[in-house]
């Protein structure tokens, strides 16, 4: 019997808010343990929450963002349960009226999928995303244990998926590409190092074909999407193995033991509802007006894939190329700039990602000698500032067109580019400015090239004879000297002809 693999993914993903869900502590990683707290988020008697506006607003975005509905009315919810990093012993969170339902996100997977979206891509469907706070950090010494709440109270958006992931591949993908879209979206950096996206596994297995579902096995808090894909190819065919002894599965809670590789139980859920949800009367429920939500529809940006197969179709740039402009947002806006006017956008695609940016990097590494202090706020700007960017550099966006047209049109070799191209980086000057200066036109005048081709075969006898005697590659040879002669200017096509000619 063949066995299939049901898999829904819960993800949470940290907000990028400048202070915390109900009050207005900083939402900061990396401060001293319980520097960034107040009674609200110490969850102290008798405090009141006030929502952030600005994490509803990055919530519903991700709603539009995910092709989902945005419910008129929305509120928030107590889930009960006792834990030392969560000192309220409830969690607020959206139980049955989310802030969001109802999406779907598409992505490039070549593996098996049954759902396709409108555009015809490999689709996951989204149950809703909803807004929660997060909670505190358990630390464990060698001797005792301690508790950080300067996470506690964090805004924290839980993107539930359908069931429609079959297998550990697709779950990665769409992982990735659910990620690419909250980090294009402003709604959050997503730096998995920092423990800003955690996600649940809800894992099953059944007969294939069969309409029911099996035992939900759930992998908890996960934090890397590697991780997430290691762990199901472990538990897949662990639960298709035990089903194969004839063995029930029943539904629990494993951990997955990165070490190890291996997933072990860690509790069995008898009852699905024990966390006594109840409407939190601290907090209006959430009615957007018209103008609340077209502001928030305003910031919807173009989505990753979407740029990607629109840089594909309109500047003809293969995949890898389309994809590195979207990884590299201000490189692709670089190029798009310029590529209108193109007549060749592929080659100054090339250009821009082969040439700019190691000459970028290249000057960034020059500049990389000072290392302000890591995991701040204060660092991540002063090293932001440090950056040699595109906003510095001395050329304008013409010049590469310029530079891209003087080798189509042949007016100077692919080699003698290279040279421009590093001269205008560090002056500035135009291509042709600097091709003038330097005398690099290519000289496609026969007579010029014949007299280097007769100056070439009078030097080298040797090769010229091997050439006579049926060894075609010593014309390559003949060729170079021509090359050398000319200082590198001759037409190479032209030189090959001419030597092949007089040779012959
Ligand atoms: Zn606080």
Known sequence: MEFEAVIGLETHVQLKTKSKMWCGCANAFGAPPNTNVCPVCLGLPGVLPVPNDEALRLTVLTGYLLNCEIPRFAKFDRKSYFYPDMPKNYQITQYDRP???????????NGETTLKSPNGLPMVRITRAHLEEDVGKNVHFERNSGVDFN???VPLMEIVSE?????????YEYLNALKDILVYGGVSDCDMEKGMVRCDVNVSVRPKGSKELGAKIEIKNMNSFSGVRRALEYE??????????????IQSTRRWDDDAGITDEMRTKEHAHDYRYFPDPDLMPQAPTDAWLAEVKARVVELPLARKQRFMKEYGLPATDAQTFVWDRPLGNYFEGMAKQSKNPKAAANWVINNLRAKLAEANESRAGVSPA????????ERAALLYTLADL?????????LVGLVD?????????QQVFAEMFD??????????EKGLAQVSDTGAIEKFCDEAIAANPGPVADFKAGKAVALNFLKGQVMKLSKGKANPALAGEILERKLR
């Open 394 to 402: 001395k050329f304008k966006p013409e010049a590469i067109l310029e």
């Open 374 to 381: 890591q995991n701040s706020e204060e660092g991540q700007a």
């Open 236 to 249: 897949i065919p662990r639960q298709i193995e035990m089903l194969k002894k004839g063995a029930r599965l």
């Open 163 to 171: 069931p429609d992931i079959s297998s550990a591949d697709m779950a």
């Open 151 to 153: 996470r506690a109270g």
């Open 409 to 417: 049109a042949k007016t100077i070799s692919s080699s003698a580019a």
């Open 99 to 109: 802030s969001t339902a109802n999406g779907w996100v598409e992505f490039e997977f």
């Open 427 to 436: 002056t500035g000057k135009s291509p042709m400015a600097i091709v003038q």
